[in-house]
Nanobody, 125 residues
């Protein structure tokens, strides 16, 4: 399975971006029934959890710093997960990674089966 993330770029504070992550390869067995999520890593910082969504769109959760601004969703038919990011702040600047979990509901680093290659989001003040 390969994960390809799209949608990063440069945006001013208060702006919006929509990230997408598409899976390809032998996904029918390893993706449709598994949770997916987004993580990010800012320069000089550790990778952190951003959002997760369960296998059927349930069990959605966000890190506190993005609640009310980011929305995660998925399209199982397209093997794609999305992250709509609104009201972006300079502190959201990071490389964003999508991930497929081995679990149907939980997305934690120890459960990750596949990582995307990352897409850079830069928010200017």
């Amino acid at each position: 399975v390969q994960l390809q993330a799209f949608g990063g770029g440069l945006v001013q504070a208060g702006g919006s971006l929509r990230l997408s992550c598409a899976a390809s390869g032998r996904v029918s067995r390893t993706f449709s029934n598994n949770a997916m999520g987004w993580f990010r890593q800012a320069p000089g910082k550790e990778r952190e959890f951003v959002a997760r969504i369960g296998w059927n769109g349930n069990n959605i959760a966000y890190v506190d710093s993005v609640k009310g601004r980011f929305t995660i969703s998925r399209d199982r038919a397209k093997n794609t997960v999305y992250l709509q990011m609104n009201n972006l702040r300079p502190e959201d600047t990071a490389v964003y990674y999508c991930a497929v979990s081995r679990h149907s509901l939980v997305v934690e680093p120890s459960y990750i089966a596949y990582w995307g290659q990352g897409t850079l989001v830069t928010v200017s003040s």
